[in-house]
Antibody
């Protein structure tokens, strides 16, 4: 069974960089055929796609976040990561990692809450 | 940028049929999927590629997509179906979510 698990600091200071990691089990990221994605959900609000990457190295980011977002894959640890720079209170959210197919996300992590403090 | 519009809330009586819409420009030309999210839980895929149910999703969940509107239909709605529902599509290599619809079963 495919499982994803997010990890990282739950509190980040304003203007600093948010860093999260998603550990994947049950499938090898390097096997290809899937995208590895980050999605967030501000408190009481809806889902917001951040971006995703493929094992090939291709990356796609939400246009409004482009320039602040960086994603990477570590095949030796079978995990992928998110870095979001210059964070503000608006970046406070539950952050999810997910596996994507061509059209949908079939497996999600449990989510990790991140609060940006001033 | 592409937008998907959902009604904020839908109410349904137990045993009745609930319909949740998702609107977007020429949405019928894209594949739409739907997620169910209960409080404190991660989203769960209930419909993909407009009308396909993943393994383990009850047959009371169905979907359609035509023109500018996709619809998630829950037949014989049960109390356990009370949740937030989100539609999602792809546009020009990016992913778009609808704003979400809170389904109340009362």
């Amino acid at each position: 069974q495919v499982q994803l698990q997010e990890s990282g600091p739950g509190l980040v200071k304003s203007s600093q960089t948010l860093s999260l990691t998603c550990a994947v089990s049950g499938v090898s990221i390097s096997s290809g055929g899937y995208s590895w994605s980050w999605i967030r959900q501000p408190p009481g609000k809806g889902l917001e796609w951040i971006g995703h990457m493929y094992y090939s190295g291709s990356t796609y980011y939400k246009p409004s976040l482009r320039g602040r977002v960086t994603t990477s894959i570590d095949t030796s640890k079978n995990q992928f990561s998110l870095k979001l720079s210059s964070v503000t209170a608006a970046d406070t959210a539950v952050y999810y990692c997910a596996r994507g197919t061509t059209h949908y996300f079939d497996f999600w992590g449990q989510g990790t809450p991140v609060t940006v403090s001033s | 940028s592409y937008e998907l519009t959902q009604p904020p809330s839908v109410s349904v009586s137990p045993g009745q049929t609930a319909s949740i819409t998702c609107s977007g420009d020429k949405l019928g030309d894209k594949y739409v999927c739907w997620y169910q999210q209960k409080p404190g839980q991660s989203p769960v895929l209930v419909i993909h590629q407009d009308s396909q149910r993943p393994s383990g999703i009850p047959a009371r969940f169905s979907g359609s997509n035509s023109g500018n509107t996709a619809t998630l239909t829950i037949s014989g709605t049960q109390a356990m179906d009370e949740a937030d529902y989100y539609c999602q599509a792809w546009d020009s290599g990016t992913v778009v979510f609808g704003g979400g619809t809170k389904l109340t079963v009362l």
